[in-house]
């Protein structure tokens, strides 16, 4: 007699995770794993109160079908343009049942976006077997060979255990950039975070990464050692670029919302947060100090003060130091006012303060806020905790 299903062999259909890299926007999300398998990160709220699992391989390859499915009716229905009217896309939804309707949203996005890229979710997509995920992307090969980048959220400590041969073996099925959340170099900081890997780890992992022919793109966290640690953390987080030599280097500066560890370390008083200013002066010094390498450098997150810390080291390194300068030798006012203003989305650069309009925006919500230089940090917290 057959034996009943196990409640995690049953396919329920299309799933998406909660999260992506900012730069993965246009890419097809495919959920290969549910949630982090590690999840103590102090700073991290993503994934609490979640269990983790891997999802089955045949689930996986289930959702890549219900996508490709989708993209060839898309495709029958293009123009030679690529172009799709309204109203056929409208009688297409009308013919589906209706437990596929989200699928065919998220495939007709993909197609509108031109289906270069795919993101693999959740947080830590390499800590499924080797072979199984190499499956898994000769499958995503097969039915969309035009794609041009595969890539993943991954954890170092998981990286660093997997063979070079294996790893070598993922980029020639398709994986073809990792992005690592290193955070921090500093071991004192990731040891107070509970990020579970060293500095020594997270090098070999990127060296890996980048021995394998994989591109790397590795996350820091400005402000994440605190008032303590702040001139270590910037001084040991260059150190270790410096000997990976990643091809980006992303900022996502600290915030610290409800819910998460950090918030009653912060409450107690045992972490004491840099304001907007001296996280200015940290990012300053760890600029400062990357040195022999040609990564490229982005702020693409909206809890960053600057969008413009941006450009290809070595050369965009006088430029990026010479914007931090001009904002740390603004009066605290005006410091105040763009921190303001580039949290509310009127500013988005130093030159917008010339902007009388705007200026004018940023000034009312100040005053009928109550922010001044004096409070300003507090107040921006607060802001910024509603863009997590
Ligand atoms: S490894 Fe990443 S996803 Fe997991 S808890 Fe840490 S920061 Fe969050």
Aim: contains cysteine; glycine residues 6%; charged residues 30%.
């Amino acid at each position: 007699m057959p034996q009943p299903k196990q409640e995690k062999d049953v396919y329920y259909g299309f799933e998406q995770g909660p999260i992506r890299p900012p730069s993965e926007a246009r890419s097809l999300l495919i959920r290969v794993t549910r949630n982090c398998p590690w999840n103590r990160c102090t700073f991290c709220h993503v994934y609490k109160e979640t269990r983790f699992s891997v999802r089955p391989e045949a689930h996986v390859i289930e959702d890549i079908e219900a996508i490709h499915r989708h993209v060839e009716t898309l495709k029958r229905m293009a123009d030679a343009s690529g172009s799709i009217l309204r109203r056929d896309i409208n009688a297409a939804v009308e013919g589906l049942a209706p437990h596929e309707h989200e699928t065919f949203g998220v495939a007709l996005n993909w197609y509108a976006g031109g289906m270069r890229s795919i993101f693999l979710q959740d947080a830590n997509s390499l800590i499924v077997k080797p072979d199984s995920l190499i499956r898994i992307l000769r499958h995503l090969r097969r039915r969309f060979p035009w794609v041009e980048r595969i890539t993943s959220y991954a954890r170092a400590h998981t990286v660093a255990r997997i063979s070079d041969e294996n790893l070598r073996e993922m980029c020639a099925a398709g994986l073809n950039r990792l992005h690592l959340g290193l955070e921090s170099g500093a071991d004192a900081v990731l040891r107070m975070v509970h990020k579970g890997v060293d500095k020594q780890t997270q090098v070999k992992a990127g060296r890996k990464v980048k021995k394998a022919g994989m591109e790397l793109s590795e996350y820091i966290m400005p402000g994440l050692g605190g008032r303590a640690f702040s001139r270590e953390h910037a001084l040991e987080t260059a150190d270790a670029l410096n000997q990976i030599d990643p091809d980006f280097i992303r900022l996502r500066s600290l915030a610290i919302p409800d819910g998460i560890p950090l918030t009653e370390e912060l409450r107690s008083g045992r972490f004491v947060k840099l304001g907007d200013t001296d996280t200015v002066r940290e990012i300053r010094l760890f600029v400062e100090h990357l040195d022999g390498i040609t990564s490229m450098i982005t702020s693409d997150h909206i809890l960053n003060l600057f969008a413009e810390v941006e450009g290809r080291l070595p050369d965009a390194k006088p430029a990026i130091l010479a914007l931090l300068d001009r904002y740390l030798a603004l009066p605290a006012d005006e410091q105040c006012r763009f921190q303001v203003g580039r949290r509310l989305g009127l500013f988005t650069a130093l030159e917008d303060l010339e902007r009388p309009k705007r200026r004018a925006k940023v000034d009312a919500f100040c005053v009928q806020h109550g922010i001044t230089p004096d409070n300003v940090d507090e107040m921006i917290a607060q802001i910024m905790t509603r863009f997590i």
